[in-house]
Structures are given as structure tokens and as C-alpha cells.
């Protein structure tokens, strides 16, 4: 029997991504037959401790758009690096390896999948009740700050999230984007919130908060614009302007408030309709059309709402493996990337195939080491 010395690698935050990560080496080295490994997990938190808040609790493991293209689309950052990670691990795949470990899911109308017993807990407790299934596995319940705390380990995986990660990204001297808020609330300058009121606007639904607006919308908004100065403008489109003037046509007499409040909440209408009571023949076509938009100026992200950060290492420094390209033994997977998406299982998705891209290569990288003999 051929014996190797012992394999260590490190997975810095067990996160989604670390334990999937995690996961996947130890499965891929089963298939393998290979053993002489250990895998370390390091995080200042209890494992999958920031899985339990995802989906409202009840965990959206992804999405079941079919089409790569159209899924990866749905990323404001990371979209053409992503279409080589989804086509060697897709969410069908994800799916499959969920219900392989006893997690059943479902599909909602709006595409978003979730588990069968709606429960963030029972998928966190599923995972690492298949991770203990091995003792090639270690989790050590400390902050790591620097690449060098862990140097003497074969193979490097930095999974943790962006909170309080960017002294060990310097640390590791790979080129990064500065972390930034999206999937947020954003605070509103000068306008009179109707708070509690929400709206379905042709751009996505919202709701108002104070001095705010959250929600789907919201989020969005907050994602493709995560990069820009504060304060900023934005456009929602509220309904067709044309079903405006179609009833200003058939009721004339009636007022511009009430014909606005057919389309949106009644009190959104009274802050935006000028004239609110006069009759709409009094008010021209320009005037009928500009109550079918609203015109909002951003003052900053509020600290409310689902919270990605965009930024992290940037994309040209890993190659498709999400490899470092400088340094030999170092892979990023997860949030820590420079990819980040809309609200829908969208960062799961992520998570999983940028974890699972990793476990493969990191596996094929220590097989190598001991000279391709399994």
C-alpha cells in the first residue's frame, strides 16, 4: 500500500461556501479513494450560523431559471465569470445534491426554490450532520486576520464573507474591490414617505418605510447602483401612462387624485399628484404622464435590509478555477468573490458552484502533489 504524508487544508469561514466546500473535497475524495487528508474550517462563529437568516428564515437555496445566460444575468457583477462556473455546476446540480443528502425542495411561481420543510435550520443541520459523517474533518472556532496564521497548510480556501474580511484580503496581497452595500434599503431625500404603504410598479414591488423605501425594488436598486455617490436620482416607472389618459378620456369629470389612486395606493397618489382634487379635462397629456412615474433622490443605503456586500477579490486575480494566479495553493470562493445578486437564491447559487468549482480543483491539486497516485 502506497502511503502519503497527511494532506491538511484549510477552509478560512464556514459559512454556505466553506461547508460546501467542504462537503464536495470530501465527496470528491471518496470517489477517489483517497484519504490522507484532513480539512480545517476556521471561523469566529458557529458553522452555517449565517444560513439561518437567509430566504426570511426559511432558506432560498436558488432559483430554477433553466437558461445559464439568462441566470448569470441576474448578477450585477460577476455575470460572464459565472457562466464556466454554472456550466460545471448548475442549480439543477445544487438541487440534486441537496435532495442526495435528505433536503427535498420545491419550486415557487416566482422561480425561487426553497426546502421542503421551509426551514433555513433543518438545511443547516442536514449539512453538517453529512460533514461529521467524515473524520477528515476539523472545525476550529477562531478569526483568522492573515494568511499567514495558516501558511503551513497544503491548500488555502478563503470562503468567509465580506464583514470584517479586508485585512485578510490585503493580507493575501491579491488585487480587490473595496465592499460596498447592495441588497439594501435606501434612506429618501425630501419626499413625504407614506410609510407602511406598498407598491407594484410596472419596475417591481416596494414599500415605503420611514424615510425609506425596502423591498424587492429596492434591493435592486440598491445592487446595480451599489458602486455610485450618494446622493443619486432614480426613476420608477409606477403604470402605463397610457390607461391614465384612456380614463382622463372617459372621465373628465372626475378627479386627477382619484384616477391616479385606480393604479397606485391612494396615499403614495397624494403626495405626488399636484392638484390633487381638480377635474382631469384641467390637466394636459404632459401633466396626466408624469404622474405615471416617480422621481426619487437617494441620499444614502440604509443598514435595514437583505445586505450583500459587492466588492471583494477581484475577478481578473483568480483564474476559472478561482484560483489565485499568484499565489499556488490559494482559492476565494463564495461572497468574498467580487460577485454578488439580485434577491432569489441568487448568492446562493453562488456560493455553491464557486465552492464546488474549488473543492474539485483543490482535490485534483493535492492528488497531484502526491504524484497523481491514488
Same mark, same amino acid.
Given at each position: 500500500?502506497?502511503?502519503?504524508?497527511?494532506?491538511?487544508?484549510?477552509?478560512?469561514?464556514?459559512?454556505?461556501?466553506?461547508?460546501?466546500?467542504?462537503?464536495?473535497?470530501?465527496?470528491?475524495?471518496?470517489?477517489?479513494?483517497?484519504?490522507?487528508?484532513?480539512?480545517?474550517?476556521?471561523?469566529?462563529?458557529?458553522?452555517?450560523?449565517?444560513?439561518?437568516?437567509?430566504?426570511?428564515?426559511?432558506?432560498?437555496?436558488?432559483?430554477?431559471?433553466?437558461?445559464?445566460?439568462?441566470?448569470?444575468?441576474?448578477?450585477?457583477?460577476?455575470?460572464?465569470?459565472?457562466?464556466?462556473?454554472?456550466?460545471?455546476?448548475?442549480?439543477?446540480?445544487?438541487?440534486?445534491?441537496?435532495?442526495?443528502?435528505?433536503?427535498?425542495?420545491?419550486?415557487?411561481?416566482?422561480?425561487?426554490?426553497?426546502?421542503?420543510?421551509?426551514?433555513?435550520?433543518?438545511?443547516?443541520?442536514?449539512?453538517?450532520?453529512?460533514?461529521?459523517?467524515?473524520?477528515?474533518?476539523?472545525?476550529?472556532?477562531?478569526?483568522?486576520?492573515?494568511?499567514?496564521?495558516?501558511?503551513?497548510?497544503?491548500?488555502?480556501?478563503?470562503?468567509?464573507?465580506?464583514?470584517? %474580511?479586508? $485585512?485578510?484580503? =490585503? !493580507?493575501?496581497?491579491?488585487?480587490?474591490?473595496?465592499? #460596498?452595500? /447592495?441588497?439594501? *434599503?435606501?434612506? +429618501?431625500?425630501?419626499?413625504?414617505?407614506?410609510?407602511?404603504?406598498?407598491?407594484?410598479?410596472?419596475?417591481?414591488?416596494?414599500?415605503?418605510?420611514?424615510?425609506?423605501?425596502?423591498?424587492?425594488?429596492?434591493?435592486?436598486?440598491?445592487?446595480?447602483?451599489?458602486?455610485?455617490?450618494?446622493?443619486?436620482?432614480?426613476?420608477?416607472?409606477?403604470?402605463?401612462?397610457?390607461?391614465?389618459?384612456?380614463?382622463?378620456?372617459?372621465?373628465?369629470?372626475?378627479?386627477?387624485?382619484?384616477?391616479?389612486?385606480?393604479?397606485?395606493?391612494?396615499?403614495?397618489?397624494?403626495?405626488?399628484?399636484?392638484?390633487?382634487?381638480?377635474?382631469?379635462?384641467?390637466? %394636459?397629456? $404632459?401633466?396626466? =404622464? !408624469?404622474?405615471?412615474?416617480?422621481?426619487?433622490?437617494? #441620499?444614502? /443605503?440604509?443598514? *435595514?435590509?437583505? +445586505?450583500?456586500?459587492?466588492?471583494?477579490?477581484?475577478?481578473?486575480?483568480?483564474?476559472?478555477?478561482?484560483?489565485?494566479?499568484?499565489?499556488?495553493?490559494?482559492?476565494?470562493?463564495?461572497?468574498?468573490?467580487?460577485?454578488?445578486?439580485?434577491?432569489?437564491?441568487?448568492?446562493?447559487?453562488?456560493?455553491?458552484?464557486?465552492?464546488?468549482?474549488?473543492?474539485?480543483?483543490?482535490?485534483?491539486?493535492?492528488?497531484?502533489?502526491?504524484?497523481?497516485?491514488?
Amino acid at each position: 500500500m502506497v502511503r502519503f504524508k497527511q494532506n491538511n487544508i484549510a477552509i478560512v469561514g464556514a459559512g454556505p461556501s466553506g461547508v460546501y466546500c467542504a462537503l464536495n473535497i470530501l465527496k470528491e475524495f471518496k470517489e477517489r479513494k483517497f484519504n490522507s487528508f484532513t480539512v480545517t474550517l476556521f471561523d469566529k462563529s458557529e458553522p452555517l450560523k449565517t444560513l439561518l437568516k437567509t430566504g426570511g428564515g426559511r432558506c432560498n437555496i436558488t432559483n430554477s431559471i433553466s437558461d445559464i445566460k439568462d441566470f448569470a444575468s441576474n448578477y450585477p457583477r460577476g455575470e460572464k465569470f459565472l457562466y464556466s462556473l454554472f456550466s460545471r455546476h448548475s442549480n439543477i446540480d445544487t438541487i440534486n445534491y441537496f435532495s442526495s443528502i435528505g433536503i427535498k425542495t420545491y419550486t415557487q411561481s416566482d422561480n425561487r426554490v426553497f426546502p421542503v420543510s421551509n426551514s433555513a435550520k433543518y438545511v443547516r443541520n442536514k449539512m453538517l450532520d453529512e460533514l461529521f459523517k467524515s473524520k477528515n474533518i476539523k472545525i476550529v472556532k477562531k478569526r483568522i486576520n492573515s494568511i499567514k496564521d495558516i501558511q503551513n497548510f497544503d491548500a488555502i480556501v478563503v470562503s468567509n464573507g465580506s464583514k470584517d %474580511s479586508e $485585512n485578510l484580503i =490585503k !493580507s493575501t496581497g491579491q488585487k480587490y474591490i473595496p465592499f #460596498k452595500k /447592495a441588497l439594501c *434599503s435606501l434612506i +429618501i431625500n425630501d419626499f413625504d414617505c407614506p410609510m407602511g404603504v406598498s407598491v407594484k410598479s410596472l419596475d417591481g414591488e416596494f414599500i415605503f418605510t420611514k424615510n425609506a423605501i425596502s423591498g424587492p425594488l429596492a434591493f435592486k436598486i440598491s445592487s446595480i447602483n451599489a458602486f455610485k455617490s450618494f446622493p443619486y436620482d432614480i426613476k420608477i416607472n409606477l403604470f402605463e401612462s397610457e390607461k391614465l389618459l384612456d380614463l382622463a378620456k372617459k372621465y373628465p369629470k372626475k378627479s386627477i387624485g382619484n384616477l391616479v389612486s385606480s393604479f397606485i395606493p391612494r396615499a403614495l397618489a397624494k403626495r405626488t399628484v399636484k392638484n390633487f382634487d381638480i377635474n382631469a379635462a384641467e390637466a %394636459s397629456k $404632459n401633466i396626466l =404622464k !408624469s404622474y405615471s412615474f416617480l422621481t426619487l433622490n437617494v #441620499k444614502a /443605503a440604509s443598514p *435595514s435590509g437583505e +445586505i450583500v456586500n459587492a466588492g471583494g477579490i477581484d475577478l481578473c486575480a483568480v483564474d476559472k478555477n478561482c484560483k489565485s494566479k499568484t499565489t499556488d495553493n490559494l482559492w476565494f470562493c463564495g461572497e468574498i468573490l467580487n460577485i454578488d445578486g439580485f434577491c432569489g437564491g441568487f448568492n446562493l447559487q453562488n456560493c455553491w458552484s464557486s465552492a464546488y468549482v474549488v473543492a474539485i480543483d483543490v482535490v485534483s491539486f493535492i492528488i497531484k502533489k502526491n504524484n497523481g497516485v491514488v
